[in-house]
């Protein structure tokens, strides 16, 4: 039998763009209210990349903090990956450009792209490289750029998104119960007209009749998303959870995809997690897409919700569409 390690979670970092954007601020762009996008979302505030600003540059100062907290030099990074659908560039990956702005010399380097499910797409897959023996220190990122994508003149989409950075560094360890443990993935691509961006891909490249209708931009059916997801979370929480032997009391932090608080409040109570197991910060965020989760890693960490030895359940969805889930068993302080 092939040896499996551990993928600890040696290090975490965040980065958000400079420029803050609060309910009160749109208010004055489109016809919506603070109180609307609150009570609706949970969202206050979200931030946007402001002048000379890009999602690469974030993601290295994400990157950097990580690898800090990890005690790792660059050189020692033996794999980037990045889930992200915002790279700065169409090629190449945001990844690539990560690796050459960190300077790190002994890695190779790709982008995952699973929008809203990116972080954990990512987070596993580094993980595999880990615990197989393939890697030993592999920088995770998640990032995106939304407001790139967005049409700022579509209340119903451009409220609820903002943009962001988390990286996390997975280093080996000799004990494969430590670190990120069994996973569960989903993929409706039969739904992907549900949230998506129409053109600017091989099938329709951006022209001027795209331009006119918007199709470069993204669209969502809200209420279908909204559905989907409540049942995309518990289906992911209940899969993983039963795979480890686990149920909700073992779980010491709840660590979803932050797209809207009334949906991770809906499937928290669909699986018995009680209020002060679930992480919500997107308050301050938004939808960060591919950088959610990592972002709420990185802040319930800073809080001290949980310590070594304790379990987190990590769930989240996207379009696709896309939904997912995996154990953490952390193991620093
Ligand atoms: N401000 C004020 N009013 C608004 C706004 C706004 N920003 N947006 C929509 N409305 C109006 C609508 O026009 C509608 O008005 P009407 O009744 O006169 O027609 C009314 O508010 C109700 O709209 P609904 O769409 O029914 O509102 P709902 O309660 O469904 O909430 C929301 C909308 C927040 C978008 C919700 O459906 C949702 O969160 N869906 C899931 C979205 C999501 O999670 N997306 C991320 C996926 S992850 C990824 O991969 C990117």
């Not at 596993?124 to 967005?150: M, P």
């Amino acid at each position: 039998m092939p040896r499996i390690y551990g993928a600890e979670v040696a290090g975490l970092g965040k980065c958000l763009p400079s420029k803050c954007l609060t309910n009160k601020d749109l208010e004055k762009i489109i016809d919506t209210t603070d109180e609307w996008i609150q009570s609706r979302t949970g969202i206050k505030q979200r931030y946007v990349m402001g002048e000379g600003e890009t999602l690469s540059d974030l993601c290295v100062v994400a990157a950097k903090q990580a690898l800090d907290q990890a005690n790792l030099h660059v050189d020692d990074i033996d794999m980037i990956i990045c889930g992200t659908f915002t790279s700065d560039h169409k090629l190449p990956s945001l990844a690539a450009l990560v690796q050459d702005k960190l300077g790190a010399k002994n890695t190779g380097a790709f982008d995952i792209n699973a929008a809203c499910t990116g972080f954990i797409y990512t987070l596993v897959t580094g993980a595999q490289f880990v615990r197989s023996g393939a890697s030993k220190n592999v920088l995770v990122i998640g990032a995106d750029c939304c407001s790139s994508q967005i049409d700022w003149e579509d209340r119903s989409t451009c409220v609820l998104f903002g943009d962001g950075a988390s990286a996390l560094v997975l280093r080996q360890h000799d004990d494969p119960n430590v670190g990120v443990q069994s996973s569960y993935f989903g993929s409706d691509g039969g739904g992907k007209e549900s949230l998506w961006i129409e053109a600017g891909g091989s099938l329709m490249p951006v022209d001027e009749e795209v331009l006119k209708t918007k199709k470069h931009r993204v669209t969502m059916a809200g209420k279908d998303v909204f559905k989907f997801a409540i049942n995309a979370l518990s289906t992911s929480a209940k899969e993983v959870l039963s795979q480890e032997g686990l149920d909700s009391s073992d779980i010491k932090l709840l660590v979803p995809h932050q797209a809207n608080s009334r949906i991770i409040n809906a499937a928290a109570k669909r699986l018995d997690f009680s209020d002060e197991q679930i992480y919500l910060n997107i308050d301050k965020y938004g939808n960060t897409v591919a950088a959610s989760v990592g972002l709420a890693l990185r802040d319930s960490y800073d809080e001290g919700k949980f310590k070594s030895g304790d379990k987190l359940l990590i769930i989240g969805f996207g379009a696709g569409l896309s939904w997912g889930g995996t154990v953490i068993n952390w193991s620093i302080d």
